[in-house]
């Protein structure tokens, strides 16, 4: 059991907060193993660099992405007033979320299994 009043340890825990800027969409619709092909791509780039792989690359992760750094962007400029051009890409990462599953009817009666995977999709920048 942790020690002292409640209002002391909130204080305490708030102090050790993550002040990067930082964008995360859950549940996104796309499997670990395809976001992270476009994840890996931009993956410490300066923003402009990162917003231009992403706009042209031909994976739909890559539309998902796109926006999640756009917003990660925005709130960059507006919450922290960090400069967007000085800004690259620190982290990126997908951690795995639920999976739908789903039957498919094949021959004879039979019952296959489809497995309709999401991901927890994070980007995080700072200033250079």
């Known amino acids: 059991m942790a020690k002292g009043h409640r209002s002391q340890i ?19 619709r796309v499997s670990v193993q395809k976001a992270c092909f476009v ?12 917003l231009g792989i992403v706009t042209y690359n031909p994976r739909y992760a890559s539309t998902l992405i796109e926006k999640l750094l756009k917003s990660a962007i925005a709130n960059a400029e507006n919450n ?17 979320g639920p999976t739908m599953k789903r039957i498919k009817p094949r021959a004879q009666g039979r019952a296959y299994r489809i497995e309709k995977r999401m991901s927890h999709i994070t980007v995080v920048l700072n200033e250079r």
Request: charged share 35%; glycine share 4%.
């Open 10 to 28: 909130k204080r305490q825990r708030n102090e050790n907060k993550d002040t990067r800027p930082s964008a995360k969409l859950s549940y996104a």
């Open 80 to 96: 922290n007033g960090m400069n967007p051009e000085k800004l690259y890409v620190e982290e990126c990462y997908a951690n795995k």
């Open 39 to 50: 994840l890996d791509a931009i993956r410490g780039k300066d923003v402009q660099t990162a």
